[in-house]
């Protein structure tokens, strides 16, 4: 919920969760029954959709519950449903009736034909193939009808298996990637053994830079957001169900202003571009919309350069602020603070005070709440950050 409330006020026009069963992110903190009604209220509350994705390909055991579960979310008002099986795609238009249906990219939509034969079953959306180049998205949308709406993936993880049909999780380690389960083994540095030699192991090199021979790059395509939309492509897609809170809110609100100001044929300012440096995240590529994304073999850690350090609960107009604690930092520091449409700005941090008025020069337990004089009003949600050097796998 938390990483829904961040979406939804840093900017998002929709955002997409899931039920506690039928999705493909087993472990993204998924909703219950009244937690999910509550997250399609929210997000109506501030004009946004909700997508539930309902797209894992069901075994026959489990479709005895499927449509309990379509009515359920057809009641609870959301808007679309991202479906990847056939079966169930025809299941949601008889049992939700009132939900768009969307396929989901699980579906590998990748021509013209394929995105036309779903929206002639009923589809109102495809969200295409993540491998699809810019050239073959603009021939797709040329050749589909004008009423189908095309979606795309802009921002996140990319998997090295096409668009996540891998069994080598399964294989590994019994967590199915296609059921929502991925342990990521592509991520993991491999050895070589012979036969004759056990326990003897030799480096398997992708060349002579790397031997993490499978790991993808993140994708990011904040910088030709113009040329997504000369495609045609109706939305796009940020990764952060699987995020932290801090992630799903500073990349929804850097698309969100770019996607505006490129929109109103304003240069995009790079303090947006900026910011998606300011999250954890994989060497960036622009997927595989102008050819090949490219790996980075050297190694498969995160690029983390920047910690949450508090949330601002509340803030006055004098600044005065209610803030709850993340990590550890102290009077005296270099920070920024950033917010729903809030541009990120820099501070020292001064003197904080604890509830009864007592002062705290380094605040030390975990989401404990202080108070502490900002520059100026920012929104609730609002971010403090700074720069720390951390490792990361």
Sequence with gaps: MEKLR???????????????????????????????????RFAHGHGVRTH???????????????????????????DALIL????????????????ERHVSTQQSVANAACAQAWHDLGAKRVVL?????????????????????????????MCVSYSGRCLLSNYMTGRDSNRGECAQPCRYRYALMEEKRPGEYFPVFEDEKGAYIMNSRDMCMIDHLDDIMDAGIDCIKLEGRAKSEYYAAIVTGAYRHV??????GEPADPVWRDEVEHVSHRYYSTGFYYGEPGQYTESARYLREWQV?????????????????????????????????????????????DADGFELPEPRTPKSVF??????QVPPLSFVRHKVELSGK
């Design 84 to 99: 990847a099986d056939l079966g169930v795609f025809t299941l949601a238009g008889k049992y939700a009736p009132k939900c």
């Design 259 to 264: 996607i505006d100001e490129v929109w109103a």
């Design 6 to 40: 961040m979406a939804v006020l840093y900017g998002a026009d929709a955002v997409y969760l899931a039920g506690t069963s039928f999705g493909m992110r087993a472990f993204a903190g998924n909703f219950e029954p009244d937690a999910l009604r509550e997250a399609v």
């Design 52 to 78: 539930v994705t309902v797209n894992t390909m069901p075994r026959g055991d489990e479709l005895k519950a499927l449509p309990a579960h379509l009515e359920l979310l057809d009641d609870a008002g959301v």
């Design 129 to 157: 193939a993540r491998e699809l180049s810019l050239a073959e998205i603009r021939e797709i949308r040329a050749s589909v009808s004008p009423e189908l709406e095309i979606e795309t993936f802009a921002h996140g993880a």
């Design 309 to 353: 350090v508090a949330v601002v609960e509340s803030c006055d107009e004098s600044g005065d602020a209610t803030l709850s604690l993340r990590n550890k930092f102290a009077v005296g520091d270099e920070v920024e603070v950033v917010g729903p449409d809030c541009r990120p700005f820099p501070m020292i941090v001064p003197m904080m005070y």
């Design 371 to 376: 108070k502490m004089k900002l520059p100026r």
